[in-house]
């Protein structure tokens, strides 16, 4: 992985996200509902504005297509505009703000990907939400060849129900810095995280495997 051209790198991350990004936004409303109890929960989606929830609903239809046109894309911006900037205190907003560097990094803007996770990552009151920028920033940084500030950014209080998305991330940034044996014990950490937490951790197994077989032809 430490070889590999930045624009390799790209294609992973585009790879992880399109894996894992509609699952853990989709995590992100289920962590909500835990935080404030099915109840409050109701009463919470209930007090915010239709309208808000119908642009969400819209920008999500938009936003995680494969792959966006040129329209598409500006659409998808004005709604997070209109969410960010109306209902900015809400989940809508952060988990807009999500989706827009989901599109960033389509697009091959990595900068502007790193911009709107910072939003999240620094101003968000909710921890979930927060962690899922944490490690998003970090995986950017590994595409952008700065594992190191990767692991800073894995050091962050991640949540907890995110423990295997952080220790696969960890291990790709080990891998970058030609680190063969840390990254071996924080992907098979991920995997066993993912087991016990009965989650579904795409492509790490396929990374140890890869890990083996570069050894063996060594």
Same mark, same amino acid.
């Given at each position: 992985m430490?070889d590999?051209?930045?624009?390799?790198?790209?294609d992973?991350?585009?790879?992880w996200?399109?894996?894992?990004?509609?699952?853990?936004?989709?995590g992100a409303?289920? $962590?909500?509902?835990?935080? *404030?109890?099915?109840?409050?929960?109701?009463?919470? !989606?209930?007090?915010q504005?239709?309208a808000?929830?119908? +642009?969400?609903?819209?920008?999500?239809?938009?936003?995680t297509a494969?792959?966006?046109?040129?329209? !598409?894309?500006?659409?998808?911006?004005e709604?997070?505009?209109?969410?960010?900037?109306?209902?900015g205190?809400? =989940?809508?907003?952060?988990l $807009?703000?999500?989706?827009?560097?989901?599109?960033a990094?389509q697009q091959?803007?990595?900068?502007a990907?790193?911009?709107?996770?910072?939003?999240?990552a620094?101003?968000?009151?909710?921890? *979930?939400?927060?962690?899922?920028?944490w490690?998003r920033?970090?995986? =950017?940084?590994?595409?952008?060849?700065?594992?190191?500030? $990767?692991?800073?950014? =894995?050091?962050?209080?991640?949540?907890?129900s995110?423990? $295997?998305?952080?220790?696969?991330v +960890?291990?790709?940034? *080990?891998?970058?810095?030609g680190?063969?044996? !840390?990254? +071996?014990s924080?992907?098979q950490?991920?995997?066993?995280?993912?087991q016990?937490?009965?989650?579904?951790?795409?492509?790490? !197994?396929?990374k140890?495997?890869?890990?083996?077989?570069e050894?063996a032809?060594?």
């Amino acid at each position: 992985m430490a070889d590999r051209s930045e624009e390799e790198q790209l294609d992973v991350i585009k790879r992880w996200w399109k894996e894992n990004g509609t699952s853990l936004i989709a995590g992100a409303v289920l $962590a909500a509902a835990g935080v *404030f109890g099915w109840n409050a929960w109701q009463n919470y !989606q209930e007090g915010q504005s239709e309208a808000a929830s119908v +642009r969400y609903q819209q920008l999500v239809s938009i936003a995680t297509a494969d792959e966006l046109d040129e329209q !598409q894309a500006a659409g998808a911006r004005e709604l997070i505009a209109e969410l960010t900037d109306d209902y900015g205190k809400t =989940l809508y907003a952060d988990l $807009a703000l999500l989706l827009d560097a989901r599109i960033a990094v389509q697009q091959d803007d990595l900068d502007a990907a790193r911009e709107a996770l910072e939003q999240v990552a620094d101003g968000s009151s909710r921890r *979930f939400v927060q962690s899922l920028a944490w490690l998003r920033l970090a995986r =950017l940084e590994v595409a952008s060849n700065n594992p190191d500030a $990767a692991l800073e950014l =894995l050091d962050e209080p991640i949540s907890d129900s995110l423990a $295997a998305q952080r220790a696969d991330v +960890r291990g790709d940034a *080990f891998a970058a810095l030609g680190q063969t044996e !840390q990254a +071996r014990s924080a992907w098979q950490e991920a995997v066993t995280l993912a087991q016990e937490q009965d989650q579904t951790l795409y492509g790490v !197994q396929l990374k140890l495997d890869d890990l083996g077989a570069e050894e063996a032809t060594q």
